[in-house]
C-alpha cells in the first residue's frame, strides 16, 4: 500500500506548477515524500488543463511564473471550481509584501524560495492534513502558515 494511501485510505495527489525545469524536477521529487501522485504543469495553462483530468488533493504553485502571474492564477483558483483545492505558494519573492499578497490572494501557505527542504515538505505535509480528515500535522508547524504571527515558543 503507497504512503498516503496507508495513512488515510485513498491515494494523494498534488499538482505542481513551476515554470523552470530544474525546479520542477526537485520539487517534484520532495512532494513524493507527502503524496503518491504528483503532476506536473510548466505553467498555469497546462495547470488549468490538468485540472481538466484529475483533482488533487494539494496545488504548489511558483508565482514568478513567465505567463500569466502566478497569483492571477491562484485567484482564478480559488474563484473557480478547484476553489476547495489548498494551495501553497512558493516564491523567489521573500518580502512580507509577496507572501501577504499572496495570502490576500487566496493561498494557504507559503514558502519563500530558496527553500529549506525540511520546511517545504513539512509545510506540505501540514497543509494536506489540515485539509484532509484522518491525517496529523505537527502543530509546531502551524506557524508558517499563519501570516504575521511569530512562531510557538520553544520552535523554530
Given at each position: 500500500m503507497a504512503k498516503a494511501?496507508?495513512?488515510?485510505?485513498r491515494k494523494t495527489g498534488i499538482l505542481l506548477v513551476e515554470g523552470d525545469v530544474?525546479?520542477?524536477v526537485l520539487f517534484r521529487d520532495l512532494?513524493?515524500?507527502a503524496a503518491d501522485d504528483v503532476y506536473t504543469a510548466a505553467d498555469g495553462d497546462q495547470a488549468l488543463e490538468t485540472l481538466k483530468i484529475v483533482r488533487p488533493d494539494l496545488i504548489v504553485i511558483d508565482v514568478v511564473d513567465p505567463g500569466p502571474s502566478g497569483l492571477d492564477a491562484v485567484r482564478r483558483l480559488k474563484n473557480g471550481p478547484e476553489?476547495?483545492?489548498?494551495v501553497v505558494v512558493v516564491s523567489g519573492l521573500p518580502t512580507r509584501f509577496h507572501k501577504r499578497a499572496a495570502m490576500a490572494a487566496g493561498c494557504d501557505a507559503y514558502v519563500a524560495k530558496p527553500v529549506s527542504v525540511a520546511t517545504f515538505v513539512n509545510t506540505i505535509r501540514h497543509v494536506l492534513a489540515s485539509h484532509s480528515?484522518?491525517?496529523k500535522a505537527t502543530s509546531r508547524l502551524a506557524h508558517y502558515l499563519d501570516r504575521d504571527a511569530p512562531p510557538p515558543a520553544g520552535t523554530v
Open positions: 494511501e496507508a495513512r488515510t485510505g530544474m525546479n520542477r512532494l513524493a515524500c476553489r476547495g483545492i489548498p480528515p484522518g491525517r
